[in-house]
């Protein structure tokens, strides 16, 4: 056995022990040390970088290491093999997508807005909100010898009575703690019910003093992150707010790394623990800490997320989603219980899943297709979900049509060399001087943080802005010279945002030709989907009336720039909307009413699915997009007048 | 009911643009329809057809392209006869050997025989590298500056290069710069908008719009060339109005149809009638697809080609 040491850029340190041979990676993994790899340890996206500090490994040299840092020991953790006791620093940047769970207190107006405007919009279309949830108190006499009725016949009956419904469930927990509750509080209790038409739920039991607080958790689970909410089931109040990173991170930055980590041996488990155990039920406990309730007053919850994630979540195997031709195990189930995921709630809650449309288009996006509300206007609207994997939906209260383009992790952070996800040290925003080709930037966290990497907000910003300048070409090759362009012994161009000294990690902050070109594929990516499903309907970019853009990429989004570079059309500014975490959202809604929620299933059903692949020009288009802003400038004209200036 | 012709007009036209200097030049494109539909406008220029000459003199080509340079011992005297060619308009030198995983010759014994066949002909040249991207972005700044005005088109910038040979080409030493991508309109049109990016005057570019052997993927060509000419007339894309040239010989020899020796395959019959087949075949496609220049190596196929194209006017 070996001594293996993880030192931080903090000064802390993780020791653990390891045999000879042992992948690097996979130690720290089991070390619970926070290592990202995207590319799930196959040397190809070379972020696991840490520098050897003591000791010696068996690591294979790559293309992501240049000899001069290999000399200074840097080595891909993925690569690397124990062979001694052996000390690595974890630089800050391998470690910046673990974001820290966070609770959020609330106090921000804008975060219980968008909630609050969701819940007038779709009460305006006429849908209550109210679900199946009820307290109702009951009181019984009390038996006798000769009124010899069990407790939970007893209780049965009376709510019979009171309820006129036939069916009544009492669970085993409702059923331990009965006769207890019934004498302590001499038959007269409160219940907590699910009713349907003809059946009734009896979820707990309280004494009719108890304040008694029905909660509903609604989340989304991200490929990347995980956010929810805790909220008061009767008045759609907002309890608790918490996001973390989504504990299968680990095992890949995609679905399909992901997809093929769960087929392995164990797999299932291992990526549906690192979901619910390691991340959902800890922000659970916190929540429930901040809000002030017990987890056992949660009697409901809804998911929204992806094909792929509501299978993990679930434990169902997720290969058949990558396989042609590509069927899911559900678009929608009903039978679905904490219990039977171990989720850290009322151990009977309902989970209620928000519909898959096909494989790649999921329940993220139909929750979130309710919140745009595009569905209850005559106006054609666009709606954009900018994740992993990019999202749309087009259409009015007539017609929608649903399509879904991989745009790989760019957007996220995902395949830049500097790129990370939008938390501490991320910069969000930059604009770079025409004359001097220096930047300015402003930065995630608190005010004086060092800028360790890049956002998807702040690519966005520095590739418009290096284009705009002249400093790239359309290409995104670098064309102009100066202190901070440089090119490698490859030639390849970079532009360095902060040098060492200026930056909070150990390298400079800088984005490579590389990088832009990744990040222009996933722009392509999405403005070609744009444009095949607007011209399959015969549309075009003018005939667009509003676009709602949500996803993870921050509400720091600059929408000129995002049109800047072509990644969104050139139509009027005021017609772009973000609309934030629209899948958390629309989980809400359905969460706090039963008929949103129908209006969900409903909506999934309606939603014409096009799988761009099929499309032959789709290809053509893509190549067209792959360019700043794009091929055919007449598409851009607002974006070619400003080049002229 | 009579019938009544209806011209398809363009208001748009594809460059004209000339290579070679002095008396002896060719212009390339000018014309403002499809091809050969010369019953919807005047033809202005037709089509012109170059004879491809290697470094590597007449090693590995067949034993009628040998015939046809029998006695022929250096480069000057092979660029001689293929000048001489009938139905020849212009002269190729491809600088095959310069290849670092073939014969890797150094860039100075290229440039002296680059000298050797400009000293030897005084008809428009067109001079293609070694199709590697590090190779060609020295080799051909090189050629573009040993032949100045001479007014020679050269053989091809590609986006990983355009900056060295395109600069160099079209900007330092005013020749004509040939922009290659590999059969896609929007590729094409990047590498156009680049390079006019570049401070390169549109009007000296020609596109290689990249081809293959007929039989071999060839639909690709045919398609994007088609619509290339479409969006150029069509559409008045100015950065897809520029002529291009096909280098037919260098896909079509390479093929087993046209390789293979009589002696491995005896029921295919001739060696050089099959490779003559498919440069004929090759060639015809790509003019009606769009090329307003193609390269060929075997006599037989240029006179025909030629013939071909004189006939179609």
Known sequence: MFKVTFAFEDGSVVETYANAGDNLLEIAREANVAIDAPCSGNASCGKCRVQLKSGELNSKKTLHIEDEEYNSGWRLACVSTVCADVTVLVPDIASAYKSRMKVADLSSKEEIAIFEKAKRDIEFTGIVLNNSLD???????????????????????????????????????????????????????????????????????????????VCGLAVDIGTTTISAVIINMESGEILAKGSA???????????????????????????????????????????????????????????????????????????????????????????????????????DAHIIVAPNIGSYVGGDITAGTLVSMIWNRPEFSLFIDLGTNGELVFGNSDFMMSCACSAGPAFEGGDISCGMRATDGAIEACTIDKDTMEPTYRIVGAPGTKPIGLCGSGIIDV????????????????????RRVRHDQYGMGSYVLAFEEEAGSVKDVEITEVDIDNFIRAKGAIFSAIRTMLSSLDFDVSMIDDVYVAGGIGSGINMKNAVNIGMFPDIPLDKFHYIGNSSLTGAYLMLLSTKAEQKTYELASNMTYMELSTVPTYMDEFVGACFIPHTDTTLFPGVMEQMQQ | MPFNQKPQKFNAKINTVTIGSGDKTVALGGNSTFPFYSFDAPTENTAKVGVEITDMGLEGVSEGIKAYYEGATTMADIAKKAAAMEGADFVALVLEGGDPNGENKSVDELIAIVKEVADAVDCPLVVEGCKNVEKDAELLPKVAEVLQGRNVLILAEKEENYKAIGAAAGLAYNQIVGAES????????????????????????????????????????????????????????????????????????????????????????????????????TAAADLAAGSDAVILRHPQSVATISKMIKALA
């Not at chain 1, 699910?194 to 108890?210: A, C, K, L």
């Open chain 1, 135 to 213: 307290v109702v108190e009951v009181s019984m006499d009390p038996p006798s010898l000769d009124d010899t009725m069990p407790d939970n016949e007893r209780l049965t009956r009376a709510l019979r009575k009171f309820l006129n419904i036939k069916r009544v469930r009492i669970p085993y927990a409702v059923l331990k703690k009965l006769p207890d509750v019934l004498r302590d509080n001499n038959y007269q209790v409160k219940c907590i019910l699910r009713t349907t038409p003809n059946d009734m739920f009896v979820y707990d039991i309280y004494g009719m003093e108890e304040h008694v607080k």
């Open chain 1, 245 to 347: 990173g989504n504990g299968q991170i680990r095992y890949g930055a995609d679905v399909i790394n992901r997809i093929i980590e769960q087929q392995k041996p164990g797999g299932k488990k291992k990526l549906q623990d690192a979901v619910i155990k390691e991340t959902i039920n800890p922000m659970i406990r916190e929540m429930c800490k901040s809000a002030g309730i017990s987890k056992h007053q949660i009697y409901r919850m809804c998911v929204a997320s992806n094909t792929t994630m509501n299978h993990l979540f679930a434990g169902i195997n997720a290969d058949p989603l990558r396989m042609e031709p590509y069927i899911p195990a559900f678009f929608k189930t009903n039978s679905l219980f904490a219990s039977d995921v171990g989720i850290d709630i009322n151990q």
């Open chain 1, 463 to 482: 590739i418009s802005e290096l284009f705009i300048t002249g400093i790239i070409n359309p290409k995104g090759k670098f064309v102009r010279e100066g």
């Open chain 2, 182 to 281: 590999a059969v896609d309109i929007n590729l094409a049109k990047q590498l156009n908008v680049v390079t006019t990016q570049l401070g390169v005057n549109a009007q000296k570019i020609v596109m290689n719009i990249g081809s293959a052997c007929a039989g071999y993927g060839y639909e690709y060509v045919v398609s994007t060339m088609d619509r290339i000419k479409g969006a150029a007339l069509g559409q008045n894309d100015n950065m897809l109005q520029m002529p291009i040239i096909t280098p037919v010989a260098s896909e079509t020899w390479g093929v087993k149809e046209a390789s293979a020796s009589e002696a491995d395959m005896p029921e295919w019959g001739p060696q050089d009638e099959r490779g003559i087949d498919m440069e004929i075949m």
